[in-house]
């Protein structure tokens, strides 16, 4: 399993590297978007898909089509192995057992 963390600031990074950190910071609907993308590790492994197909139909009425690269990455490095960075169901977001709230940790 992998870091819900790492995995939202994968996205983050390559939105930068793509040239839309500025209409990410100033478009509304297009954050809101590249939020949701984020946040499809946090969705049932069933309803990811449909989810991302969403979020395509939604990201193609955008003016200029600023998410296509971005939704083209999604695809080709994280839709190969959704089980990697899917977290939902688990209690704790992280692999790293020295970032987890003390919910995680083990009871005395």
């Known amino acids: 399993m992998g870091c ?12 930068q590297a793509l040239g839309l950190q500025q ?4 478009d509304e609907n297009l954050r809101l978007l590249c939020r949701k993308v984020m946040a499809l590790a946090l969705m049932p492994l ?7 197909d ?13 998410m296509t690269e971005l939704l ?7 839709m190969v192995n ?5 977290v939902s169901g688990f209690d704790s ?8 709230s003390e919910y995680d ?4």
């Open 4 to 15: 819900f963390f790492h995995f939202s600031q994968s996205i983050y990074r390559q939105i």
């Open 23 to 26: 209409k990410y910071l100033a």
């Open 46 to 52: 069933d309803k990811v898909t449909s989810a991302l």
């Open 54 to 66: 969403d979020i395509r139909n939604a990201a193609d009425s955008l003016p200029g089509s600023p």
């Open 72 to 78: 083209k990455y999604f695809d080709d490095t994280w």
């Open 82 to 86: 959704i089980g990697l960075w899917n």
């Open 93 to 100: 977001r992280t692999n790293n057992t020295c970032e987890g």
């Open 105 to 108: 940790l083990p009871k005395r």
